[in-house]
C-alpha cells in the first residue's frame, strides 16, 4: 500500500532562518503525484505544489523550493528566509488510484512554528 | 473561484445522536471525500465518491455513512455519534481527470465534538 513518511512532527526556527521539510513516500505505481499542501491555522488546506512521478526537476516559487528525488522516494520541500506567515502545519501527499477516483495518502504532517 | 462549503465550523452532539456534516461545491467536480484529521495522525480518508449515488470507502469508514443525491453536495453521516469520533473533519473535491492529476480542493472543516 502506499505510504507517506514525515519523519520530523514539529520545528522550531526563528525568523529568517531556512528550514527543510522532509517527506518519503512508498509506492508501487510507476506513475504517481505527490503534493504538498499547507494548513495555516484557520485550518483550511491550501495547495502548494504538485509534481508527476516523470518529472524530476526541482521547481522554485519565490521561497518555496522542491527536491523531487525517485532514486530516493523522496519529495522534500524548503523554505528560505522563513516568516512568521510560514507557520503552519504541512502535509506531503500521495496519489493514489481507487475504483473510479483517485485518492490521496497523506503523512501525518509537520508543525512548522517561525518565531519573530 | 474554487469553492467548497461545509455546513459548520463547530458542532457539539450527544452521545448517540445522529450526525450529519454536510458539503457542497460549486465548481462540478465528480470526486468528492470526506477525511478526518487528529493530532499526530494526519488526515485519513473515510469515504470518497466519484460520482452521483456512488460511493467507496476509504481507509476508516467504521461508524460512519455517506450520501450523494447530487453532484454538489456530499454528506457525511454518523449513524451514531460517540466520544472516539470527536475530530475535525475535511471535506474535498475534485475534477474528473484524464491524464493529469489535479490538487483537491478542500473545505474549512468542521470541528466536531461528541460528550
Known amino acids: 500500500a502506499q505510504k507517506v513518511t514525515q519523519a520530523q512532527t514539529e520545528i522550531s526556527v526563528v525568523e529568517k532562518e531556512d528550514v527543510t521539510l522532509d517527506c518519503v513516500y512508498e509506492t508501487r505505481d510507476t506513475t504517481y503525484y505527490l503534493f504538498w499542501y499547507k494548513q495555516p491555522p484557520s485550518g483550511e488546506l491550501v495547495f502548494l505544489i504538485r509534481r508527476n512521478s516523470f518529472d524530476e526537476q526541482n521547481e522554485i516559487s519565490g521561497r518555496y523550493s522542491w527536491n523531487f528525488q525517485k532514486s530516493t522516494s523522496s519529495f522534500n520541500f524548503t523554505i528560505t528566509a522563513s516568516q512568521v506567515v510560514d507557520s503552519a502545519v504541512y502535509f506531503c501527499a500521495l496519489s493514489e488510484r481507487q475504483g473510479g477516483s483517485e485518492k490521496l495518502v497523506f503523512g501525518k504532517g509537520m508543525k512548522l512554528t517561525v518565531n519573530p | 473561484d474554487v469553492k467548497v462549503t461545509q455546513s459548520s465550523r463547530y458542532l457539539v452532539k450527544r452521545t448517540g445522536e445522529k450526525v450529519f456534516l454536510e458539503c457542497v461545491q460549486d465548481m462540478d467536480h465528480e470526486n468528492m471525500f470526506w477525511y478526518r484529521q487528529d493530532p499526530g495522525l494526519g488526515l485519513r480518508l473515510i469515504y470518497f465518491?466519484?460520482?452521483?449515488?456512488?460511493?467507496e470507502k476509504g481507509d476508516i469508514p467504521e461508524g460512519y455513512s455517506v450520501s450523494r443525491e447530487k453532484k454538489e453536495r456530499f454528506s457525511l453521516i454518523l449513524e451514531s455519534a460517540s466520544t472516539n469520533q470527536t475530530s475535525m473533519y475535511l471535506c474535498?473535491?475534485?475534477?474528473?481527470?484524464?491524464?493529469?492529476?489535479?490538487?483537491?480542493?478542500f473545505g474549512p472543516g468542521t470541528r466536531l465534538t461528541v460528550t
Open positions: 474535498a473535491s475534485l475534477p474528473f481527470q484524464r491524464e493529469f492529476a489535479y490538487e483537491q480542493y
Open positions: 465518491s466519484y460520482d452521483v449515488k456512488m460511493k
